[in-house]
């Protein structure tokens, strides 16, 4: 399976502005610029799309843990932070929340366990990750 997204720049560093556009559609001609991923500038940022990416994807395989055990999802909630500190991803931090039917603590913390090493995104990342996950 490949996927790909587009990036068009136009401009300087602090001046251009550029746009993002995925292979689903879901984002086209998405802005992006200086002032969104170092500023407040509207548009989206490379960091904001990894964190929805390694969130996206950390959640997806801890479901597939869960449920490959016998467990019942009511729900999964993934927050991820990155940390980009002088040009370099420095950490994704994970904060996971989830509801699932009839599972001890202890098998929820190893299956998380499990999802953050094997999730391909936590693969592709060559940084520290933390997780922090509660069962409600």
Request: charged share 20%.
């Amino acid at each position: 399976m490949k996927r790909h997204a587009t990036a068009v720049w136009k401009g300087s560093l602090k001046e251009g502005a550029g746009h993002l556009t995925t292979q689903s559609g879901t984002l086209e001609n998405t802005q992006y610029s200086f002032k969104s991923r170092f500023e407040e500038g509207v548009g989206t940022n490379p960091e904001e799309l990894v964190a929805a990416a390694h969130s996206g994807c950390f959640t997806m395989q801890l479901s597939a843990y869960i449920t490959g055990d016998g467990f019942v999802i009511e729900s999964i909630e993934t927050k991820c932070v990155i940390d980009l500190l002088e040009g370099k991803i420095v950490s994704s931090n994970l904060t996971v929340s989830a509801k699932i039917k009839g599972i001890s603590n202890e098998i929820f913390q190893g299956l998380v366990s499990k999802a953050e090493e094997n999730c391909p995104i936590s693969k592709l990342f060559d940084t520290e990750i933390s997780t922090v996950a509660t069962l409600v």
